[in-house]
């Protein structure tokens, strides 16, 4: 048998639209069957009427219960001898069908015949009786109980997806970075649990005029959208504005003031106070969403059906978990903030830049240029005249471009004194940036004139990152600073290939550096007039593992491009004072070893401190040493230079100014500059053969004496040189024709028969 029926009142079903609570009898006892049916005739529990579904275990129980899916109660008998009954049923209802939440009442033979305690809690049994407890008055209050059990599961369920729900839709929104989108989607979320058509609205506050600042429409959904942007004391609706003011008061007062029931104006009903973030009257609710301190925003909803009343636990648990997330937002906006931009010159960082290049790639690079200034010998003004006046020359340079950069071009310091411009090329005019500080920036009310260098990159058509394209500007940002200082060049494809090349060199030289494959060699220096060596020019070598010989013109470049130079000056330093004490030892010594530094070097902060200490080292007084220095030290801020050439020279050291007549230095400079020495460039010597070829080098001569300086010329080749310079009155020479530089053990025989 199997059979269903309604046991309800038809009046009272018609007025309600609750659906029946679902009974199900399994028995093989006809007698069970009608005791329930009878019992349940007209019942109503909880406003609903039951439904009974009746079978016997000879029929399909099992293909029955896998069709449910609301079962509110299923009474079983645990006697019957049919096979597949009893505990093997229960098995499979809990387990297979799933029916978890549905409550098990079992009808035992008799009182005394019990289920076991482990059966009772393991398949979650309810409650059991005996055939004699089915009274129509007793059956309802199992009936009753049961059910109560089942809609308390129900509804826990629900809390419990809710919850979920609301826990997952708030990961999701972390990822809205601007507040409109987030406090759409908390309106969103929150008609999705009330399950309500979206007529909804959140005010926001705006933070930036602190807790006093006005609430304003920052989302709108349904047929609220057409008042986003409102203020919220102009909205139009008095309901709604009323709770929406409740939420705020006493949110914002809820630490001071504990809950008091609302005194409700004119014929509105009072709000229903929900916990301190949610009120609401049959129309609708607002939510308070937020902490006053911090961001916080007003939520107000419109509930469709008045009698469908929210769960106001799950209500102030969506509040709660909506606040903590708008303050975590707060705070990952703030993280990002910090993340993306530069704090002292108040523009956006490296990162942020990159980022934006790699933004525009992807739009379309048509007509764009990414530029880079530098300014020109930062960190020795920064040494100079303090970290502080560092700053503050970053801060006023990064004032005068934005002062000249059009609305639309971007800004951001991308390094500690490189600036990056990404913009519409016609916008920026690359020659604009470097000459925006032509005129003095003025710092700590004096006016500072600073020089700036700039690489930029037209940006070219087709899939390439931002950093490749940052890299491209740089390459080009340090060719300018090489050899266009104070002016823009433009990156073309074949610096790349150089640059590549360059770097290629450059991780080479630093494992020859650790596998000392460098070494010096040491080329005499003669009087013209009595042949008498008077001193050395240390120059490097590197003999690579296969035993080539790099020329020092390719790789001293490169080690000066990056930092290289300085680890190696020194240990160039190190290695020539060194051999001129081993040479001291040996009586053979001149009076003083030369050594080639570079303008990196000379720019380094501790390069006075660095010389004194390779001196000391090797017990050589300041007098053993001289510098060569080339012109194009004039790069360097004189006020630096004079002050570490003054440094070197009260030291003892001598300066000679090498290859002098091949550079840019005016004639005023090398006057201002504390020199001992000019060395006339080999090509001059080598054109001495030439018809009139010896008047560059004559006028070296002249010069160097007018200026009370000694003059060495290098370079020469074969005795008519070395005459026609001695008789022009110069003072020393170096050359081939005098020796070739020597390694040490060379040098050494070389002294010894000299
Ligand atoms: P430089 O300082 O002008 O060095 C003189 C160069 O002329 C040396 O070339 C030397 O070998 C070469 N030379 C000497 N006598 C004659 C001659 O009679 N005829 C000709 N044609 N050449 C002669 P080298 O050793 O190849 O050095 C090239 C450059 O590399 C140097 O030019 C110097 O600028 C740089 N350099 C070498 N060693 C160092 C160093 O330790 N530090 C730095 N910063 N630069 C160095
Ligand atoms: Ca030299
Ligand atoms: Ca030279």
């Known amino acids: 048998m199997m059979s269903s029926t309604t046991a309800t009142d038809p009046l009272r079903c018609a007025s309600s639209q609750l659906p029946a609570w679902r009974v199900l009898v399994i028995d093989d006892d006809p007698e069970v069957h009608d005791g329930i049916r009878d019992a349940s005739a007209g019942l109503r529990l909880f406003d609903r009427p039951l439904e009974l579904v009746h079978c016997t275990h000879g029929d399909n129980v099992r ?54 305690l482990d059966t009772l809690l393991r398949y979650d049994i309810s409650d059991y009786h005996s055939k004699t407890d089915l009274t129509p008055d007793r059956w309802g209050a199992i009936a009753a109980r049961s059910v109560q059990g089942y809609q308390r599961l129900c509804a826990f369920e629900a809390s419990r997806r809710s919850m979920e729900a609301i826990v997952c839709s708030s990961t999701a929104l972390l990822e809205h970075t601007d ?66 003011h409740r939420a705020l008061d006493t949110r914002g007062n809820a630490l001071d003031n504990p809950v008091q029931p609302f005194a409700a104006p004119g014929v509105l009903p009072p709000p229903r106070c929900c916990g301190d973030n949610v009120f609401g009257d049959d129309r609708g609710l607002a939510l308070y969403i937020g902490s006053p301190g911090d961001q916080d925003m007003v ?58 290049v790699g933004e525009c790639v992807q739009r379309g690079t048509e007509g764009m240029m990414l530029a880079l200034v530098d300014i020109d010998d930062f960190s020795a003004t920064n040494e100079m005249m303090g970290h502080r006046f560092g700053d503050r020359l970053l801060s006023a340079v990064a004032q005068r471009l934005a002062e000249v950069l059009p609305a639309g071009v971007m800004l951001a310091r991308v390094g500690p004194d490189t600036f990056g411009i990404l913009g519409p090329a016609h916008m920026v005019p690359p020659q604009q940036l470097p000459d925006c500080v032509r ?21 070219p058509q087709g899939a390439r990152t931002g950093d490749d394209l ?45 596998n000392a494959e460098l070494f010096l060699v040491y080329q005499p220096q003669v009087d013209l007039e009595t042949g008498n060596v008077i001193g050395l020019e240390a120059l490097l070598r590197w ?38 004490r081993e040479l001291q030892m040996a009586g053979l010594a001149p009076a003083r070893m030369a050594v080639n530094v570079s303008v990196v070097q000379l720019r380094d902060p501790g390069f006075f401190g660095m010389v004194c200490a390779a001196l000391s080292a090797n017990g050589l007084a300041g007098h053993h040493l001289e510098l060569e220095i080339t012109e194009s030290v004039v ?35 090398l006057e201002r500059l504390p020199l001992d020495r000019i060395k006339i460039d080999r090509t001059f010597v080598q054109q001495l053969d030439a018809p009139h070829g010896g008047r560059v080098a004559e006028m070296v001569v002249q010069l160097g004496r007018k200026l009370g300086l000694q003059v060495l010329a290098e370079g020469i080749e074969n005795a008519a040189a070395w005459q026609a310079l001695q008789a022009m009155g110069c003072h020393h020479g170096q050359g081939y024709h005098i020796a070739y530089p020597m390694e040490k053990t060379d040098l050494l025989r070389w002294l010894a028969q000299s």
């Open 63 to 116: 293909a029955l219960l896998l069709g449910e899916a609301d079962l509110a109660v299923v009474m079983m008998d645990l006697v019957s001898q049919h096979a597949g009954g009893g505990l093997a049923l229960l098995d499979f209802m809990r387990h297979t069908a799933g029916l978890r939440k549905t409550r098990l009442v079992l009808r035992t033979e008799a009182p005394h015949c019990v289920p076991d």
């Open 179 to 244: 507040l409109s989108a987030f406090a759409t989607g908390v309106i969103t979320q929150l008609a999705a649990l009330l399950g309500v058509p979206g007529q909804a609205l959140a005010c926001v506050r705006d933070t930036t005029a602190g807790p006093s600042g006005t609430y304003r429409v920052q989302a709108a959904t349904g047929r609220f959208a057409g008042l986003l942007d409102l203020p919220m004391a102009a909205l139009p609706d008095a309901t709604m504005l009323r709770l929406l």
């Open 299 to 356: 939520v107000f909803i419109e509930l469709a059906d008045p009698a469908i009343g929210p769960d106001r636990q799950l209500l102030d648990f969506f509040c709660v978990s909506f606040s903590t997330l708008l303050r975590n937002r707060g705070l990952l906006e703030r993280l990002r903030r910090s993340a993306y931009s530069d704090p002292l010159v108040s523009l956006p960082n490296r990162a942020y830049f990159i980022e934006k």
């Open 439 to 459: 005129d003095p920036l003025t710092i700590n009310d004096t006016p500072h004139k600073v020089s700036m260098t700039c690489g930029y990159v037209l940006l």
């Open 470 to 514: 940052v890299k491209d500007a740089t390459i080009a940002l340090k060719r300018a600073k090489r050899d266009h200082r104070g002016q823009q060049l433009q990156y073309a494809a074949h610096m790349g290939a150089e640059a590549k090349e360059r770097a290629v060199l450059l991780s080479e030289l630093r494992k020859a550096i650790e």
């Open 543 to 580: 003999r690579t593992a296969d035993g080539r010989l790099v020329p020092p013109d390719q790789f001293i470049p490169v080690a000066e491009h990056s930092s290289l130079i300085l680890p190696l000056g020194q240990r160039a330093l190190e290695m020539a004072c060194q051999t001129l």
């Open 635 to 669: 790069v360097l801020p004189t006020q630096l230079l004079q002050s570490t050439l003054n440094a070197l020279r009260a030291h003892g050291v001598t300066i000679a100014i090498d290859d002098f007549g091949t550079g840019y230095s005016s004639l005023s400079y």
